[in-house]
């Protein structure tokens, strides 16, 4: 989606920053904006470094943008550095990070650097509330997520936005829609230690 207004524009106009992983955990979550009249004040922010190769991240990016289309709403691409997330994670990680399986530590600082990030670019950008897509992962450990995105947004003083979705719910829900829209759903969680684990 092509956006004629300028990012400082955009995003002040919008209350809610939604931090996107994918097109298809996002699509039960606009859902639910939609019903409850919230559509008007989100804006998708795609900010996931950890994707792996590029063809991947641009197959997820563009879904991403395709979904925005299709609701109208407006998509904004964060930094792309995988090389300083993987330097995030060897800074942040005991051993190697090939060594860690999925849903271990490895997973949590990812989620830890993603959240942050965002959280950072919300506050920066003047928005009220902040959510993010991996609030409602069926396959990821929301708790850790939950709390803390929680924590990060009480540090940046800005407000953290609760969904009440349950995931499992929520999982049905987006692999509907996506076929729905012809979404492109991935086949592994993104990075390149997650490739052929899930």
């Given amino acids: 989606m092509k956006l004629k207004m300028s990012k400082n524009k955009i995003t002040n106009q919008k209350k809610i920053l939604l931090h996107t992983c994918c097109a298809p955990c996002a699509l039960?979550?606009?859902?639910?904006?939609?019903?409850?009249?919230?559509?008007?004040?989100?804006?998708?922010?795609?900010?996931n470094p950890n994707i792996f190769p590029r063809e991947?991240?641009?197959?997820?990016?563009?879904?991403?943008?395709?979904?925005?289309?299709?609701?109208?709403?407006?998509?904004?691409?964060?930094?792309?550095?995988?090389?300083?997330?993987?330097?995030?994670?060897?800074?942040?990680?005991?051993?190697?990070?090939?060594?860690?399986?999925e849903n271990s530590d490895r997973c949590l600082q990812c989620f830890y650097y993603r959240l942050d990030s965002s959280i950072v670019y919300a506050k920066k950008h003047q928005f009220l509330y902040f959510a993010s897509t991996l609030q409602v992962n069926l396959y990821k450990n929301t708790t850790f997520i939950i709390q803390t995105a929680r924590e990060l947004c009480r540090n940046y003083n800005i407000n953290f936005l609760d969904l009440p979705l349950d995931s499992y719910l929520s999982h049905k829900n987006s692999i509907e829609l996506a076929?729905?829209?012809?979404?492109?759903?991935?086949?592994?969680?993104?990075?390149e230690f997650s490739l052929g684990a899930d």
């Fill in 179 to 191: 076929k729905k829209y012809g979404i492109y759903r991935q086949k592994y969680c993104g990075c």
């Fill in 56 to 101: 991947e991240y641009q197959k997820r990016k563009s879904a991403v943008a395709e979904i925005s289309k299709i609701y109208d709403l407006p998509f904004l691409e964060g930094e792309d550095d995988h090389n300083k997330w993987l330097n995030f994670l060897k800074g942040s990680l005991k051993d190697a990070p090939e060594t860690y399986l």
């Fill in 28 to 47: 039960p979550i606009i859902e639910y904006f939609k019903q409850t009249k919230l559509l008007d004040e989100v804006l998708l922010y795609f900010f």
